[in-house]
């Protein structure tokens, strides 16, 4: 049995109409969360191997205009 109170809360706090609807986007964020952790075991983990300053050598260099930094009105 759902806990009436926490089903209000929830949808007040979600911004939903149904309590169902409610239901649906707790679950949602909970999955998203957990999806979310389970990246940060790859972190520092050494899954990618590789110079990154090799990688971006072929990247095409792109260079900006040099402004004074006045607007000129047209």
Not at 8 to 19: H, Q
């Amino acid at each position: 049995m759902l806990d009436e109170r926490l089903l209000e809360e929830a949808v007040r706090l979600l911004g939903t109409k149904t309590y169902s609807e409610a239901v649906n986007k707790a679950l949602q964020e909970a999955i998203n969360v957990q999806k979310r952790r389970g990246l940060v075991q790859f972190y520092g983990s050494g899954l990618w191997e590789g110079d990154l300053s090799e990688m971006r050598r072929d990247r095409p260099i792109t260079r900006r205009r040099a402004t004074s930094g006045k607007r000129v009105r047209k």
